[in-house]
T-cell receptor, first 116, second 112 residues
Framework: EPEVTQTPSHQVTQMGQEVILRCVPI?????FYWYRQILGQKVEFLVS????????KSEIFDDQFSVERPDGSNFTLKIRSTKLEDSAMYFC??????????????FGQGTRLTVV | AQSVTQLDSHVSVSEGTPVLLRCNYS??????LFWYVQHPNKGLQLLLK??????LVKGINGFEAEFKKSETSFHLTKPSAHMSDAAEYFC??????????FGTGTRLKVLA
């Protein structure tokens, strides 16, 4: 069964460093997403991406964040200068259609980012 | 704006007894509702989704949910809990075209 793959599963980084979280969405999907879950809190939407541009982003997704689809298979989330409060589980997801009209998004297993 | 409220942060049941995980939604139009499950160290997996074709929705692993518009609820049930059901469950609503809104999650504990 096709699945969304995220690497690494766990990343530890020093405050102020740049990190890139990587995702390989399901191959025929066109819509891509990043969510995050700070420990003990709810899963929060960060950004959605379609046709090589951001289609929607949350207020969390500020100038420190960027997304890219550098090739036909990868989808990345970059945090330019990490802060302690960026520590969270980051989930990548993809779907073949927009999420309205009951479309299922497929999620990866997550990358746990720890900023020290 | 769409939102979901999960009424219980933790639920404990004995193996073999029924499971009820509660979710209420708020939506200005017919909502797209989902239940996802997260097992430890695993990704989020779809359990079931409301399609408006039927108010009682059957999902994987014996779970089902009933959409009740009059009560704005979409509660998740299972007749008989199994140890492998221990996980965190999220009620989710699609908000607009490009994002999901998650509930705060319910951690289900199954006692032997």
């Amino acid at each position: 069964e096709p699945e969304v793959t995220q690497t690494p599963s766990h990343q530890v980084t020093q405050m102020g460093q740049e990190v890139i979280l990587r995702c390989v969405p399901i191959s025929n999907h066109l819509y891509f997403y990043w969510y995050r879950q700070i420990l003990g809190q709810k899963v929060e939407f960060l950004v959605s991406f379609y046709n090589n541009e951001i289609s929607e982003k949350s207020e969390i997704f500020d100038d420190q964040f960027s997304v890219e689809r550098p090739d036909g298979s990868n989808f990345t989330l970059k945090i330019r200068s990490t802060k302690l409060e960026d520590s969270a589980m980051y989930f990548c997801a993809s779907s073949d259609k927009p999420l309205a009209a009951n479309t299922e998004a497929f999620f990866g297993q997550g990358t746990r980012l720890t900023v020290v | 704006a769409q939102s979901v409220t999960q009424l219980d942060s933790h639920v404990s049941v004995s193996e073999g007894t029924p499971v009820l995980l509660r979710c209420n939604y708020s939506s200005s139009y017919s909502p797209s509702l989902f239940w996802y499950v997260q097992h430890p160290n695993k990704g989020l997996q779809l359990l079931l989704k409301y399609t408006s074709a039927a108010t009682l929705v059957k999902g994987i692993n014996g779970f089902e949910a009933e959409f009740k518009k009059s009560e704005t609820s979409f509660h998740l049930t299972k007749p008989s809990a199994h140890m492998s059901d221990a996980a965190e469950y999220f009620c989710v609503v699609a908000s607009g075209t490009y994002k999901y809104i998650f509930g705060t999650g319910t951690r289900l504990k199954v006692l032997a």
